[in-house]
Every structure is written in structure tokens, then in C-alpha cells.
């Protein structure tokens, strides 16, 4: 039998490259696979689209659509919650709206005229520091004045413990001193805004305060506060911190020995008598006495490590407020002490030893500072009545082994096993940089009574008159005083005698008419004047004459002008 013929029919289907309905097919598909994970196409397309981007694909009749379909959808929902609450933060700034507080009828300003606040020398022989300025008021009130019923400013010291007895008690971590108080006014005044409303102060910090200090454990601090009460009760506070500095001047090196029995070493160490906080500063030392000769052998100590490190030494002591004194005894406080290390370094060579010298000698030099640690920060020394103190310690700690030599060869070492740990402790000094600065009297001209009376007193008979107390005045009742008759010193009136030969001698004054042909001065000469012993003693001196010019003399005749010259004489 013959196959049934197959029917094509080439105008109803067609091969799925060139079917449409597989096209749509895939479009929805990937429509459906964006769509369940939220997914958008992330570059925001114009409405310039090419012809073969998605979108084009998926939004084939809907051309002109708006653009906000476009974006994010959770941009649209986080743009909706945040208009939706600034809607409601608008809604309740306008119903609960704050009032405007007033603007202040007038402010102060400082005006600090002395230098830098700098306690130069050490506390037993600091002068202090001298503290300068105005404070002027300046007037803000749209009236253009302000009356003020009460003016004062109070120079304040307030010192603060970080571990105080109560945890959260003010009383107990802060206690506040008034050095000083200006009264600028004793009864209401009114100021205007055209004036120059200045008032000037002055203090002087007396030397033996401390400084300004930021320890760990607690805090020294010093500020004016000025408070002005207006008459309408409105009250205007003013505060302005001061910074107080010490800076003890330099003097010479300090030079320490440390012994260390049983063994005979010796170490030698020079440091600078004052440190700063920042920078280095050189330490010298040597170790003397390595050697012990024994016969046909040596032992001697050789240095294996220098190790050194500044310590800083915090100590405060907390004192309760009433109200918290049950925690402690009656009478006491609590000591609370810290020790942390600023800076620290070892050296394990760069040393010279000396093995040849009677004892034996090592010689190190290191450079050592206080800001090697980049956590810590120094602080100057200082020592509060009030309970805080702050103190520098130098360590260092030297690693020595014992070795066994020969006298015969010097090259055949053995070590004994024998080590020691040499460690040595030195008090710093750490201040603040002197600079230029001198102290407030020496850089000031000395006022009208520092000025002594011209001639000094004699004193007086009161013994409570300082310096000059206690005098006693009472009249010469002795012998008769010797007194020895002087020489007479010649007269010098011309027509007087001549002195006796007891007296000084005098030269005559040159008596001469004319010149000689010969050219030689006079040979007569008259008195010309008084000389004394060194003036005779030496060799007389040959006038010439200088001319011809006459002068007539009534009693001596006629007198020539003279000049000093050789013996011979100047020829003219």
C-alpha cells in the first residue's frame, strides 16, 4: 500500500524562530522573573530609547508614559516615609513651636594686657606672675543703654579629684577657692553704647601656687567670672579661663654615683637639672670597676642590655563633702596614686668598654625623652596643698654577664654564668620652657617707692623700724682727736712770695724777650704753672718758639707763644 501524503500548509505554520507568539512568550516570561524579585532595571531611560532595549520591549504600545514609573519602588517608598515625616515634623514645630529666648542687653569682652601667666623659678623662690587687663562691657540693648545695679568679677581656683568619695556628688569631686574680687560698682550706673565702658584689674599670683595641671587622677584649673545684674533683673555671666605655667630656670648638670655590693662596681650618671616635656634630653653615664685581676686570671662584667624609662607618679587625695563622710573615717580622706611610663627604650649596643685601664671602665651615652609613648602625654611636676602631686622618675636597669680571662691571653674569654640586673633610679625636674621670659620685677622700672631716700637714714631709736630700728644717738665724749697739719700747696697769685722749700716745687713760667740766632728757646724762664710730683719726676719737655708775635706783659715783659719740639729746636 502506498503512505497517506503529508499536507503542508506553508500559510499556517511557521518555524519558532520566525513565530511571534515564542517572542511573547519570552518577553513574559522575563517580565514574570523581574517582577518576583523586585527587581528594576537600574539605568533610568529617557524617552530616547533605542529600539532594542528592554523597555522597548516590554512597553511596546505605552510610549508615552510618565517617568515616575520608572523608578525604584523602594526609592519611592523611602521618599514617601520621609515626606511623610517631615510632614508630621512640620505639623508639630508649627503647633509646639519654642519661643525665641531675648537677646542679651550687653556682653562682656577681655581684654589681657601683661604677658603669658608664668611662675619662673621654683616654688620656694618663685615671684609669681602678674595678671593685667580691662574688661569692657559692651551694650547690645536696642535702647541703646543699660543700667546696671550690681557688677562684680571673682578670680576663681577650682580643683577637681576624677575619683572622688561620692561617685556623682559635685561637692565631693570639685572644690572651688575665690583668690579675688573686683567690685566695679557701688551704686547702680547706666551705660551707654557710645562709650567706651572699660574696667581695668590687676592681681598678682603669689610664686608658691601650682600650676595649671590636667593629671590623671585630677585637674587644676584657674577663671574670672564676671556677673553684671541689670535693673530689670536680667542677669549677664561672663567666663574667661587663665592658664598658669611654671618654668624653673636651668642651672648645672646633676651628677649621681650609685654603688652595687657585694660586687665592685660603680656607675656615674649625669643628667640635665631640668626636662620638658617635649623633646629629648642627653643622659651620660659610666660603669666603672668591671675588672678584678686575681693572679694569672681576670674576671670582669660585660654589659649585655641598657634598658631605661620615665615613670610619671600621680597621687591625689579625696576628701568627702558632708554629706558623704560616714563612708570614710572620721578625719580622713582617701588617697588614690597612679604610675603610668611616658617613654621607654633599650639598647642592646653602641656602648665603649674598657678593659685595659686599672678597674676597667664602660662608657654609654643615650638620648632619652618623655614623648616616646604617643598615648600619654606629660605632665610638669607639681605639688598642691590641696592634695594633688605629680612627680617624674628616671629607671634605668643595666644587664651584666661576669667572663673568666687570662692575663697571658686576653682573647680566650669563657663566661661564668654569672649575671647581674644593676638598676637605678634619678628624680626629674619636668617644666615648662623658660624661653626669653623674665620674671614680672625684673622686666618692670622700679615705682615711685621702691626708690630709697637719698642720703640713707641713720636710723632710728625704734627697734620696730625695720632694717633701721634700734639706732642709738649719742655724743663723742672721748680724747681729743689728732689731726695732722697738712702741707701748704703754694699760692697762685704771681705776686705773692715764693713757697717756702718745705712746699711742692713749682716751675717758672718762661721769661724771654726774642729768640736766639741759634734757634734755642729762652734761657730765662718765669713760674707758668703748678705740676705735680709725677709731672716733675719726669723729663721736662723743650718748647720752640711758634712766632714772632709779642705780647706785652706790665710786670714779667714781653711773653712769646711756646710749642713742644725737640730737643734742638724747630727751625721756622
Known sequence: MRAPRRTVHQGTHTSPRQSTTTVNDVVSALQRKLTANHLEPSVNVTQRRPSFSMDSLLHKK?????????????????MSLSMRHSSKSKDRAAQHSPRSTPSQPGRFQMIIESPPLVLYGAVSNSTGALLSGQLKFLVDDPTGEVRLNNFTMVLKASIASKKPVGKDC????????????????????????????????????????????????????????ATAVTSHGEKIVYHHPLTIQRAVQPGPDKSSIRIFPPTNLTGRVQLPPIVHPIGTFPVTMSLSGVVEKKGDSQTRWRLRKLSWR?????????????????????????LHTETRILGNDEMKSGWKSDFDTIGGEINVEFEASLATNSKHKAVCDVESPAGIEVKHNLVVELIVAEEFCPNKSSQLITPTGA??????????????????????????????????????????????????????????????LEYEELE?????????????????????????????????????????????????????????????????????????????????????
Open 488 to 572: 701748704s700747696m703754694g699760692n697762685h697769685d704771681s705776686n705773692a712770695a715764693r713757697p717756702s722749700s718745705s712746699g711742692l716745687p713749682m716751675r717758672s713760667r718762661p721769661q724771654s724777650s726774642r729768640r736766639t740766632d741759634s734757634g734755642e728757646g729762652p734761657s730765662t724762664r718765669r713760674q707758668y704753672g703748678l705740676f705735680t710730683n709725677d709731672e716733675l719726676g719726669a723729663e721736662p719737655p723743650q718748647y720752640v718758639l711758634r712766632g714772632r708775635e709779642e705780647s706785652t706783659d706790665s710786670q714779667n715783659g714781653p711773653i712769646q707763644d711756646y710749642e713742644e719740639g725737640t730737643a734742638s729746636g724747630a727751625q721756622h
Open 310 to 334: 620615665v615613670e610619671e607618679h600621680s597621687k591625689v587625695i579625696s576628701s568627702p563633702c558632708a554629706k558623704h563622710a560616714h563612708k570614710v573615717s572620721e578625719g580622713k580622706s582617701i
Open 419 to 480: 649575671a647581674r640586673v644593676l638598676r637605678m633610679q634619678f628624680a626629674l625636674v619636668v617644666t615648662e620652657r623658660a624661653g626669653m621670659g623674665i620674671s614680672w620685677d625684673e622686666e618692670m622700672p622700679p615705682v615711685y617707692e621702691d626708690v630709697p631716700e637719698s642720703p640713707p637714714g641713720y636710723g632710728s631709736a625704734d627697734k620696730n623700724d625695720g632694717a633701721w630700728g634700734g639706732a642709738v644717738m649719742e655724743d663723742y665724749h672721748g680724747p681729743a
Open 170 to 225: 559635685k561637692d565631693c569631686s570639685e572644690k572651688v577657692d575665690d583668690l579675688k574680687t573686683w567690685v566695679f560698682l557701688s551704686e547702680p550706673k547706666t551705660f551707654y553704647k557710645d562709650q567706651d565702658n572699660q574696667f581695668p584689674y590687676s592681681f598678682l599670683f603669689p610664686g608658691h601656687l601650682p600650676a595649671t595641671t590636667q593629671a590623671p587622677l585630677g585637674s587644676i584649673q584657674y577663671s574670672l567670672h
Open 62 to 78: 505605552d510610549k508615552k508614559r510618565d517617568d515616575s514609573k520608572d523608578r525604584d519602588p523602594r526609592e519611592q517608598k523611602r
